[in-house]
């Protein structure tokens, strides 16, 4: 079985609903991280004299590679991954993959 890793990077707490998503469309699960952006064009602000950065959530996935297509899509499509500054969605191949129990129906 051919896997690839789909890396999606969102606005903080709008990871889960990726995550959602690719549940939705044949996923199995996913591991949510919290980051910070550092994008050249994020600058974080100033509130109360505390300087507030630009925090992320960071979605992996390993995931069958014939879903690919199904679940970047769906979720670049319904987070509106196309406007600015809304996230980006990305895929890096996996060539082995130990400790994975496929479950049989």
Do not use: W
Not at 14 to 24: C, K, N, P, S, T
Not at 36 to 50: D, T, W
Request: charged letters at 30%.
């Amino acid at each position: 079985m051919d896997y690839v890793c789909l890396y999606v990077i969102v606005d903080r707490h709008e990871g889960q609903r990726a995550v959602h998503i690719a549940q939705d469309n044949g996923a199995r699960g996913a591991t949510l991280v919290h980051g910070r952006g550092s994008a050249e064009n994020v600058k974080s602000s100033i509130f109360l004299n505390m300087n507030i950065e630009p925090e992320k959530d960071i979605v992996i996935m390993l995931i069958k590679k014939e879903l690919e297509d199904t679940i970047r899509g769906k979720i670049y499509k319904e987070m509106e991954l196309d406007k600015e500054g809304k996230g980006i969605i990305y895929s890096l191949p996996v060539s082995e993959v130990s400790g994975l129990v496929e479950q049989r129906r």
